[in-house]
């Protein structure tokens, strides 16, 4: 079955930098669009990134130009680069193919 392992939180200051992973199984990885959510506390989820099958990315604006989203297909793996992180970016991450299938997530918390 689909399945998403995702690792690479923790506790970061104001300003530092995290890089998540997402490991997908079950399905062909690479003909797949991947996305990253966040859910931070008392909040909905919502998207942050999204790349594309041929690696076009889009990201919510309140990431741009601190996150990068990239993928390698070969190890079934989607990665956030996170850079210059904020308290408000603080909340459990997920990756997911289409949204019906979810990850346990990485808790990412950005102290001020």
């Known amino acids: 079955q689909v399945q998403f392992v995702e690792s690479g939180g923790g506790l970061v200051q104001s300003g530092g930098s995290l890089r998540l992973s997402c490991v997908g199984s079950?399905?062909?990885?690479?003909?797949?669009?991947m996305n990253w959510y966040r859910q931070a506390p008392g909040k909905e989820r919502e998207l942050v990134a999204f790349?594309?099958?041929?690696?076009?990315?889009n990201y919510v604006d309140s990431v741009k130009g601190r996150f990068t989203i990239s993928r390698d297909n070969a190890k079934k793996t989607v990665y956030l680069q996170m850079n210059s992180l904020r308290p408000e970016d603080t909340g459990v991450y997920y990756c997911?193919?289409?949204?019906?299938?979810w990850g346990p997530g990485t808790q990412v918390t950005v102290s001020s």
């Open positions: 079950g399905f062909t990885f690479s003909i797949y669009a």
């Open positions: 997911t193919r289409d949204g019906r299938v």
């Open positions: 790349i594309s099958i041929g690696g076009s990315a």
